[in-house]
């Protein structure tokens, strides 16, 4: 999707349905989907859910927010270069920072805008319990409890219990 500016560089891509939030607080807007298959060559990091968080969004052409609550099939790529920040105010108070050229890219058009900062968010379940063996309970063990606990169901059973442990 991004033939027409070879120096950009794809942060993510979505496949399928892709939801589109935007927001009025820090996070100006969201993009939640499923990640495109296969692993990522940097991270080894295959498909899964994903979100991206943009703040402080303006949109390239100066229009206001025009975004479908739902896109399929998208990129988010970030542009080279980045967009001076407007001169800094009387000091003491820091100069703002520099905004990120982004375009995101789907089937339903190009959106070029402009952030302060993109938070790329993965889920990490299936990376993380794959890096973990599984938990082996005997069957003596499960079955101990699975009586313990349906005794303890019977009224009276738990005094019981207690009074013969001392």
Same mark, same amino acid.
């Given at each position: 999707m991004s033939g027409a500016d070879p120096d950009a560089r794809e942060l993510i891509g979505f496949e399928g349905a892709v939801s589109c939030e935007l927001q009025a607080h820090a996070a100006s807007l969201r993009l939640r989907g499923t990640v495109r298959g296969g692993a990522d060559s940097r991270? !080894? #990091? !295959? =498909? !899964? =859910? =994903?979100? #991206?968080a943009f703040s402080g969004i303006s949109f390239a052409d100066g229009s206001p927010a025009q975004l479908p609550p739902m896109? %399929? %099939?998208v990129s988010v790529l970030e542009l080279p270069g980045t967009v001076a920040p407007a001169p800094a105010p009387v000091p003491p108070q820091p100069a703002p920072a520099p905004r990120r050229s982004l375009r995101i890219e789907s089937s339903a058009g190009r959106f070029a805008l402009q952030a302060r900062g993109v938070q790329v968010h993965r889920d990490a379940a299936r990376e993380f319990f794959g890096a973990l063996p599984p938990a082996r309970v005997p069957r003596s063990l499960r079955a101990g409890w699975a009586l313990l606990l349906t005794v303890l169901r019977v009224p009276g059973a738990a005094r019981l219990l207690a009074k013969l442990r001392g």
């Open positions: 991270t !080894g #990091v !295959g =498909a !899964g =859910a =994903a979100e #991206v896109l %399929q %099939q």
